[in-house]
Each structure stands twice: as C-alpha cells, then as structure tokens.
C-alpha cells in the first residue's frame, strides 16, 4: 500500500512562538543560517515548517528500455535506472507519460528545452521568448520570506549562438526563467554558491566560516536543550565536511579567473579544466546537491534547480566507461553505456533526496517538507522523443502530497496528460494559486 496522505507537518505549538527560521551564527565577514531548532528563545510566528521545491534537470533523454516503475508502496518495482531510489521509494512517485505540448514538432533539442518548466511558446532568432518557469513562479511568493528568492545551480556551462533550427542556444542552457526573454544565470562555481550560502565576502573567503562563527556557535549552544546542542554540532560539522571540499575547488577557479583576465574572456568561456570548474564531475554534482541541501535545511531559500548535463551536453563519463560524450551516447540512448550515465544523474537525485531526508524537522525530515523534481526534456535520444518525458518527484510538501506511487497517464488524452497540470499541481500546494498556467488550466488528476 502506499504512504497516507498525512496531516501537514506542524512545529510544536509550545515552540510556534518562540523560534526563527532565520536565527544566524555571525562571525567577521560572514553569516550561518541555523536549521530549526526547537528551543531556540527568539521571536518568531511561524505555525509550519516551510515547503520546499527543487528540480534537477538531465538533457537529452534516458534508456526507455530501462525507465519504469509499477505498483505502489512498499510493492513498487523499479527498472533498472530507477532501482538508485529504492531506499526512498515510500517517499518518491514515479510519473509517467506527460509531455510539454509547446515543445513539441518545433524541431529538436533547444525548442523541447527552452519551455519545458513553463510551458510557453518559444521563439526563433535573435529575441529570446518562452515564459516564467514554475520555480521562479513559486520563488516570486515564496522568496520573500527568505533571503534568496531562489539558488541556480549547474555543473554545465551554457552556451552562446544559435542551433541548426534557428533557436538560441539559451533554451537549451537554461531551465529556469524569470521572465519571458530572460533566463536565470546559473551559478556553476560551487565556490560562489557556498559563499552567497553564507555571505562569505572579501580578503577572509580563505579562513574557516566555522573558526569565524565559533564564539558564536559556543554562545548558542549554552542557550538550546541537549538534543538542540547536538543537532546544532552536527550541522557545524556538515557545513565543515562541505567547506573543506569547497576550499579544493576554489584554488582552481581562483587560478581560471586569473588566467581569464589575461585572455580577456570570461572563466567559464574556456574549456575545463581550465575554466577553473572541477574535473570530476561526481565531486562537481555532489556540492552542489549539498549546498541545496543546506540551503533548504536552513530556510535560506525555499526554491532551487540544478542542471547537472544540459541539453545538447558534451560531458564526459570516464569513471563510467562510457566513451562517447553525453549528446552523443544519447543518439544511442538505449545502449548499456547511455543507460549507465542516466542512472548515474538519477543516483544525484537520489543523493540530495537522501540528504534532506536524513535532516530531522520536527516530526519528520526536511524531504518530508518538500518536492524535488527529476526530469529531461526528451524520452527517446536516438527520435528526439519528447511527447512522454520521464519524471521522478521525490518528497511529500508536508503531509499534502501523497508518496510512494507509480503513476501512468499513458493512453490517456492529451488534454490529460499536460506537465503544466502537474505545475499547477504542485504550485498549489506551495500556496501559489494560479487559474492557469502555460498550457493547462486544469490540476493533474490522480497526484
């Protein structure tokens, strides 16, 4: 059978008033937020533990002969590629069967990208045009609560021009949009993003944020119960595990930029490893699964994307045997090789799923709170396939989103089968009410 749907998951009453999402460790040039701590004495209103949403997005499609999931519960079966999220299969839905119709029969790759968060029409030439996508949307009510409105994260750099179809290359770099001719930057040097995480600024980037906000965490840790002390020492000692790893990568893109200079051209302009990113791809992906996942734990933000492979990717997978970049292998995407690399992202997804939901939050975990969305903008590689897209959402938005399924809309009508259903959906249970959104004006039946 699978998970109730449960009651919204509530901070105690006895606390409601007396704690902040937004209660800080500060140090010389620096600020931490703190996760939520349940005897924290500080002012505070709030009656729930926020929601959370993220996506992580995959270009160019998956194995179709290995993407599927049946039954429900702990009776769920999971294909090959979907057996990374076994563990958390109670707390996943595996979707199956909707598409984006804006993005269909425009040609491939950029026109079945660029609107696949939003649903909107895009535009050929110089004058980019397709339409907010739904984490800017949730991130424009939402963002005002917290401090940033939304993280962009990738592991891929974008790129500049045009393809053959006369679409921009933007839409197939950006799946995040805050308005319909401006995609989000995304942030690719997981350096920059630890260090707006934490305002980390100026000549003292170099010295431990967890040495700067020590007399402070000292000072904290007098003032909360036994249980608070030790959730608190844990998260100290994550955020360190994280900076140190940080602090391999920043000599890298320090040296990049300093090289960029000379050629007068951007750092991420050139060719890695000499844009100063990380060489290997896992280290690349997992930091920055792990500044989401700070970020969501300590209310810095309540909404993030990361793309690992954009689409029309040139990434290679040496630690996966796979010979052939990522584009590439997907024109034979039902091969073991391409098979490999897709559960491969899939294992990130289920890296930062597993990484919220080993962070307590009252009665649950902070998964339990939110919904991660994985997706790619085509099904089949080798046909540019995108009228079925393979979806995972992981996380239950406290309590009003049921778990633990597999859900089929194929050989349903295409009316019933839209993304932006599931958008709206979704968006719903953020509290962001909209009548319509991209395509749709209906919710998705069944989620």
């Known amino acids: 059978?699978?998970?109730?749907?449960?009651?919204?998951?509530?901070?105690?009453?006895e606390f409601s008033r007396t704690m902040s999402r937004r209660s800080v460790l500060r140090g010389a040039g620096v600020a931490m937020a703190l996760p939520f701590l349940e005897s924290l004495p500080v002012f505070g209103a709030a009656t729930a533990f926020p929601k959370r949403f993220g996506v992580m997005f995959m270009g160019c499609g998956v194995n179709e002969d290995h993407w599927s999931a049946t039954g429900d519960g702990a009776a769920m079966k999971l294909s090959k590629t979907l057996s990374v999220m076994e563990p958390l299969k109670h707390k996943i839905n595996v979707v199956d069967g909707l598409f984006?119709?804006?993005?269909?029969?425009?040609?491939?790759?950029?026109?079945?990208?660029?609107?696949l968060l939003s649903?909107?029409?895009?535009?050929?030439?110089?004058?980019?045009?397709?339409?907010?996508?739904?984490?800017?949307?949730?991130?424009?009510?939402?963002?005002?609560?917290?401090?940033?409105?939304?993280?962009?994260?990738?592991?891929?750099?974008?790129?500049?021009?045009?393809?053959?179809?006369?679409?921009?290359?933007?839409?197939?770099?950006?799946?995040?949009?805050?308005?319909?001719?401006?995609?989000?930057?995304?942030?690719?040097?997981?350096?920059?993003?630890?260090?707006?995480?934490?305002?980390?600024?100026?000549?003292?980037?170099?010295?431990?944020?967890?040495?700067?906000?020590?007399?402070?965490?000292?000072?904290?840790?007098?003032?909360?119960?036994?249980?608070?002390?030790?959730?608190?020492?844990?998260?100290?000692?994550?955020?360190r595990e994280v900076e140190k790893r940080v602090g391999a990568v920043r000599k890298s893109k320090d040296l990049a930029e300093d090289q960029a200079k000379l050629k007068n051209t951007a750092a991420f302009m050139m060719e890695r490893p000499a844009n100063g990113l990380p060489?290997?791809?896992?280290e690349h992906s997992k930091l920055m699964c792990d500044i989401i996942a700070i970020a969501f734990q300590t209310d810095k933000t309540r909404v993030a994307s990361l793309i690992i492979s954009r689409d029309l990717s040139a990434m290679y997978y040496p630690f996966l045997g796979v010979n052939q970049g990522h584009h590439g292998a997907s024109h034979n995407n039902n091969s073991d090789g391409y098979e490999a690399i897709a559960r491969w992202h899939l294992s990130q997804f289920a890296y930062l799923a597993g990484k919220l939901d080993a962070m307590p939050e009252g009665d649950g975990t902070v998964l339990d709170n939110s919904c991660l969305m994985f997706l790619s903008s085509l099904f089949v590689g080798r046909t540019h396939d995108n009228t079925r897209l393979p979806v995972v959402l992981a996380g239950g938005l406290g309590g009003t989103l049921q778990t633990g399924r597999s859900l089929s809309y194929l050989g349903e009508p295409a009316e019933n089968r839209k993304m932006c259903s599931l958008y709206l959906s979704l968006m719903d249970r953020m509290g962001v009410k909209l009548d319509h959104f991209g395509d749709a004006d209906s919710r998705l039946a069944r989620i």
């Not at 592991?155 to 995609?183: I, L, R």
């Not at 060489?279 to 896992?282: G, I, N, Q, V, Y």
Request: aromatic letters at 6%; proline letters at 6%; a negative charge.
């Open 1 to 13: 059978m699978s998970d109730k749907l449960l009651p919204q998951n509530r901070i105690p009453r």
């Open 100 to 115: 984006n119709k804006a993005s269909v029969g425009l040609g491939i790759h950029p026109a079945q990208t660029g609107s």
């Open 119 to 239: 649903g909107a029409q895009v535009s050929k030439g110089a004058v980019l045009h397709s339409g907010m996508s739904v984490d800017q949307m949730i991130a424009n009510t939402l963002g005002q609560d917290t401090p940033q409105a939304s993280i962009v994260l990738a592991c891929d750099p974008p790129m500049t021009g045009y393809h053959e179809t006369n679409y921009s290359m933007a839409y197939s770099s950006h799946v995040s949009w805050q308005s319909p001719d401006s995609p989000v930057p995304v942030e690719l040097y997981p350096s920059l993003a630890f260090d707006n995480l934490f305002e980390n600024r100026g000549s003292l980037r170099s010295i431990s944020i967890i040495d700067r906000v020590k007399e402070s965490a000292e000072a904290m840790g007098k003032k909360v119960s036994a249980a608070d002390k030790s959730k608190l020492d844990d998260y100290l000692a994550s955020v």
């Open 279 to 282: 060489e290997d791809l896992r």
